[in-house]
């Protein structure tokens, strides 16, 4: 059984960050941890923008049944993270689609707020297809 107030918090975090372009209709990846051994994430055919308890499947980190195939695609990192991460609570996988064009054409990400700044300053875009930046 999913607790409710989980699934609604999930819910309305998916649909701020679809709104905001991080989650596409089916690209993406949201999950909360339940206990030591079992946490809940999306299913692979979940719509981002409008999340309910049939989006949602629970998993063992322990012992894979047939809810891992109805999974995420992700819900292996999910649960790799959850399990060497002790504190992780939640993580949200998303990849905007605005900024993932921008690296196609630049080297670097140059942030224009204030945290972004003060936190990062620049990233390096690193060029999968060039061994020697890794």
Known sequence: ML?????KLLSELSLSMFTKNFFGI?????????????FMIN????????LDDKSFCTL???KPDYRWNIASLDAYTHSAIY????EAKYIAFGMPIY?????????NI????????????????YNPGDLSTW
């Open 3 to 7: 607790n409710q107030d989980t699934v």
């Open 26 to 38: 089916f690209q993406g990846a949201i999950s909360a941890k339940l206990d030591h051994e079992h």
């Open 43 to 50: 299913s692979k055919d979940a719509v981002f923008d409008n």
């Open 60 to 62: 063992n980190m322990n």
């Open 83 to 86: 399990t060497n991460i002790h």
């Open 99 to 107: 900024t993932t064009a921008y690296t196609l054409g630049h080297d």
């Open 110 to 125: 140059i942030f224009e707020d204030y945290f972004g700044k003060i936190l990062f300053g620049e990233v390096p875009i």
